[in-house]
């Protein structure tokens, strides 16, 4: 299963960017699956921005709580991170992942390649 991530881009802080995590699969499994994002910064350790689980159920940072969203569409095998309110730190080459475990402390699964979210104070 191959994941596309894409949405990246340069914008200014306050504005908003939508990613999107389409995975190459038959239909009927992109609903078995776990989705997350997460980001890194060069020099730094990755970090889980957010989670869904197939269940529909979600999980978030901290850091992006009250201004990110993820939400996923079974339908068109595609996952989405909705961001608002943005910040120069939250300048980062975002990738999604999948996985079955829905264990979110656990780097695991198939990763998308990133897509590049560079905010501009």
């Known amino acids: 299963v191959q994941l596309q991530a894409s949405g990246g881009g340069l914008v200014q802080a306050g504005e908003s960017l939508t990613l999107s995590c389409s995975a190459s699969?038959?239909?009927?499994?992109?609903?078995?699956?776990?989705i997350a994002w997460y980001r890194q910064v060069p020099g730094k350790q990755r970090e889980l921005v957010a989670g869904?689980?197939?269940?529909?159920?979600?999980i978030y940072a901290d850091s992006v709580k009250d201004r990110f969203s993820i939400f996923r569409d079974n339908a068109k095998n595609t996952a989405y991170l909705q961001l608002n309110n943005l910040k120069p730190e939250d300048t980062a080459t975002y990738y999604c992942?999948?996985?079955?475990?829905?264990?979110?402390?656990?780097?695991?699964?198939?990763w998308g390649q990133g897509t590049l979210v560079t905010v501009s104070s």
């Open positions: 992942n999948r996985r079955l475990n829905p264990d979110w402390s656990r780097e695991i699964g198939i």
């Open positions: 869904i689980s197939r269940d529909g159920s979600t």
């Open positions: 699969v038959e239909g009927g499994i992109f609903d078995l699956y776990n």
